[in-house]
């Protein structure tokens, strides 16, 4: 469990930064309510992507050699939940270092945090999802019967924006 622990790398943040409440958005200023609805309404959405995201297409095409920013970095970066926070694994069954499986045993070891810190800390709005289910975790399980005895291994993954 160390050792894959060791290999994870988390990015280097400032926790007071993160954790501090966010700035609103371009659109939060121009809109009063974010409801699609209430912003499209008697506009066409290609309208008001035309209107929002007009400057960088027209210098995307005009500037094909420069290195301005294009859409696809666009894209990219209004995808959340990219980068890695936190990992925890945990492992427990039936195990001992001889043949015998006479022990039960748990173990948990984590690295950096499983709370969405959008939701959490800069009270922004999170996806739903069915049920109890995170939008911003992972979930992955393992089990195994050996020689030695019966366990299973856990792993969760934390994502942020």
């Known amino acids: 469990m160390d050792t894959i622990l060791n290999k994870v790398v988390l990015p280097k943040v400032n926790r007071?930064?993160?954790?501090?409440?966010?700035?609103k958005?371009?659109?939060?200023?121009?809109?009063?309510?974010?409801?699609i609805s209430f912003i499209l309404d008697n506009n066409s959405l290609s309208?008001?992507?035309?209107?929002?995201?007009?400057?960088i297409v027209i210098n995307y095409y005009n500037n094909l050699n420069k290195d301005y920013l294009k859409i696809y970095e666009i894209i990219f970066n209004s995808i959340n939940y990219k980068n890695m926070s936190g990992i925890r694994l945990e492992a427990?069954?039936?195990?001992?270092?001889?043949?015998?499986?006479d022990r039960a045993v748990f173990k948990v070891r984590w690295k950096g945090g499983l709370r969405n810190i959008d939701s959490s800390?800069?009270?922004?709005?999170?996806?739903?999802?069915r049920g109890y289910a995170k939008p911003n975790l992972d979930y992955s399980i393992f089990?195994?019967?050996?020689?030695?005895?019966?366990?299973?291994?856990?792993?969760?993954?934390?994502?942020?924006s």
Do not use: Q
């Open 16 to 23: 007071i930064v993160e954790r501090s409440l966010a700035k």
């Open 25 to 35: 958005s371009f659109l939060e200023n121009k809109y009063k309510c974010l409801n």
């Open 47 to 55: 309208e008001l992507l035309n209107k929002l995201y007009y400057n």
């Open 92 to 101: 427990k069954g039936r195990l001992t270092k001889r043949y015998r499986a």
């Open 121 to 129: 800390y800069k009270g922004l709005s999170t996806v739903n999802m």
């Open 143 to 160: 089990t195994s019967k050996r020689r030695i005895g019966a366990f299973a291994v856990k792993g969760w993954i934390s994502g942020k």
